[in-house]
């Protein structure tokens, strides 16, 4: 019998591991447990794995470091639950093999939206560890879409309590600069993306404006685009910053570019000054940098 006891964690520690695939030990208490001792997340994992709920591969060549995901099991329970009834079941939850052979991006795509809730933590804002959802689907027509790595939710600390989204994508140097600069593209076409009455679709043309653009319907702004470069050194990642800005130079329409801030980051700037810190750099503008909150601003 399942005995989930919301107060203790144990609801949101599974919650996490169905909504972001899987993060290692340290990465999950220190997502939805810094205040304890990592003893107690050690300890939570395995009751909800004696339970069936999630499960665990050992990676040898890091340290013997422990990977949990939702098994299958698991993930249909948190499925039901209001905070997640919205998101699809991961097509590999409970699979060990398909687990192990995501680690690299999937634990760097967890280790990005740690530092933007540690960074909220700390800056008094509130980003909170359900408000970076992996993988959602966002339709372009004709079988094609449009899937971030994560989309993110970030509410500032301002008078007005803003609400900030993006979509962000983490590039491990696992396809060349060209296939990552390809990805403005296909988010300039959500942009401007307006479905055909009646779901009718023709072939892969653009419908001319006879409605409201798609993404109206889950966003009151178009998310801003981030892009987190990580898998080489200093050389490669300011040849896919230049692929990025080339792209935007080229084949990306001035409106989109006006309207939604497109931003990149070395993955160690991100981690060694934080998220809020002016060390990302416009697509159009590379020389420049700016804070992904106030990308207006240098």
Known sequence: MVNID?????????????????????????????????????RRLMKLRGEGLVDRITLAQAGRTRVWFATGYGARIAANWPELRDLPLRRYAGDRTAVRLKTGHGLTVTEVGLAFVQDARRRGEICRPLDWIPEVHHSLGS??????????????????????????????????????????????????????PGGRHYGKQLVPQQGQEAWHKRYPVFPRVLFVLDGTGPAGIEHRVRALWAATAETVPDRFLRNVPVLSVAMANLLREGPSATVWRPAQDPDRRVSWLRPWKT
């Open 6 to 42: 919301g107060s203790s964690g144990d609801r949101l520690a599974l919650a996490v591991l169905a909504q972001y695939r899987m993060a290692t030990t340290e990465q999950l208490h220190l997502l939805t447990a810094p205040g304890v001792r990592i003893e107690q997340m050690r």
């Open 143 to 196: 079988g094609e879409a449009v899937i971030p790595d994560a989309l993110l939710y970030y509410r500032t600390r301002e008078a007005s309590g803003a609400m900030v989204r993006a979509f962000v994508e983490v590039d491990r140097a696992t396809m060349g600069p060209e296939r990552l600069a390809a990805k403005i593209g296909a988010y300039a076409r959500l942009y401007r993306y307006v479905p055909v």
